[in-house]
C-alpha cells in the first residue's frame, strides 16, 4: 500500500492513505542503507506488518524546516510583531528558489497598519519578477478562499517567524485543524513557538504543511550561489557578460541593466549585496 508520511514522533511515522491514518515503523534496511524518511515522502508500506517498506524518490528535500516533495511555500510574514524585515523576507524567498520550489508571500496583521506604503513597494517589487503577494486583511473569508484554492492537489508550506500568525491563518482555512495559536512576547521581540515539528495536514486532494517558525534563517550557500538564485536574478543568470558575474562590478551586468531599467527593485539589490558580502567564495581564485 502508498501513503504519505504527514508526521513523525519517537520513531514511529504517521502515513495518511485516503483518509485513514497508519502508525508505522520505517524496515531496518534504512538504517543501513543511511537513508533517512522525512515528513513528505510517498512510501510504501506493509499494513499487516506496520513497516515501511520503500521511499519513493523525492522531487525536492528542505533541510530547514525538514520536508519533502513540497510543491508550493507560502512565505508568511507580520508586518507588525514581530516587525517586518525585508531581509529576511528575501532570505526565505532565496531559500526556495535554491531549493526549486515556487514562492507566494502573505502579509498577515495588515488591519494593524495604517500606512501601507511600504509594504505595497515590496509587493510592486515582487510582481516585476512574478512573485504574487497576498493581504490578510479584515476581509478574511476572501483570502481564505484564496488560499484554499491554492492548496489544491498540492502540498503547500507555510513558512515565517514564529508569532507571525502561521497557524491561525491555517485554522481559518479549516478550523477542524485546530492548530495551537502562539502569542508575541514584547520581551522577547519575538513569537512563542507553538509548533514544534513540521506537519502535513490533509485538506481536500492536497496539503497544507505547518512548520515551526523561527526569527533567522542561514543561507548554507556561496557567493555564486546567491548570484544565481536571488529572486530574480536566476532568469537573467546567463544573460551576464560573464558566466561567473556575481553583480557588483563587472562589466556588462545583465542584472544591473534590469536595475537601471527598473525591472529589478534597487532596495532588493542594496539586500542582495549586504548578503553577498556575508557569505563566502565557493573557488579560491575568486579571493584577493
Known amino acids: ?25 520505517p524496515k531496518g534496511i534504512f538504517k543501513y542503507r543511511k537513508e533517512h524518511l522525512c515528513v513528505g515522502d510517498e512510501v510504501s508500506f506493509n499494513e499487516q506488518e506496520c513497516v515501511i517498506e520503500e521511499i519513493y524518490p523525492r522531487k525536492n528535500e528542505l533541510i530547514r524546516p525538514r520536508c519533502a516533495n513540497v510543491d508550493l511555500i507560502i512565505v508568511t510574514m507580520s508586518v507588525v510583531r514581530p516587525e517586518l524585515s525585508e531581509e529576511l523576507l528575501y532570505k526565505f524567498l532565496t531559500y526556495a528558489a535554491m531549493n526549486n520550489v515556487p514562492a507566494k508571500v502573505l502579509f498577515t496583521k495588515t488591519d494593524c497598519i495604517s500606512d501601507f506604503s511600504e509594504i505595497e513597494r515590496i509587493k510592486n517589487d515582487l510582481a516585476k519578477i512574478g512573485i504574487e503577494v497576498i493581504f490578510a486583511n479584515g476581509n478574511q473569508a476572501e483570502i481564505t478562499d484564496k488560499l484554499r484554492l491554492i492548496i489544491n492537489e498540492k502540498i503547500v508550506l507555510f513558512m515565517g517567524q514564529t508569532g507571525v500568525g502561521k497557524s491561525s491563518i491555517i485554522n481559518e482555512i479549516d478550523p477542524t485543524f485546530a492548530r495551537k495559536i502562539g502569542e508575541y512576547s514584547n520581551a522577547l521581540g519575538r513569537g512563542k513557538h507553538q509548533t514544534k515539528e513540521v506537519i502535513l495536514l490533509p485538506y481536500e486532494k492536497g496539503f ?48 544591473k541593466e534590469e536595475i537601471s531599467k527598473n525591472n529589478l527593485s534597487m532596495q532588493g539589490y542594496e539586500i542582495y549585496l549586504k548578503l553577498l558580502n556575508e557569505l563566502e567564495y565557493k573557488q579560491e581564485r575568486y579571493k584577493q
Do not use: W
Open 1 to 25: 500500500m502508498n501513503g504519505r508520511i504527514i508526521s513523525t514522533s519517537g520513531g514511529i511515522y504517521r502515513v495518511y492513505v485516503n483518509g485513514i491514518y497508519y502508525d508505522l515503523f
Open 208 to 255: 497544507v504543511a505547518d512548520s515551526p517558525g523561527f526569527s533567522s534563517l542561514d543561507l548554507m550557500m556561496y557567493k555564486e550561489d546567491l548570484a544565481q538564485y536571488f529572486p530574480g536574478y536566476h532568469e537573467h543568470y546567463l544573460e551576464c557578460y560573464f558566466s561567473n558575474c556575481l553583480h557588483q562590478n563587472e562589466k556588462q551586468c545583465k542584472i
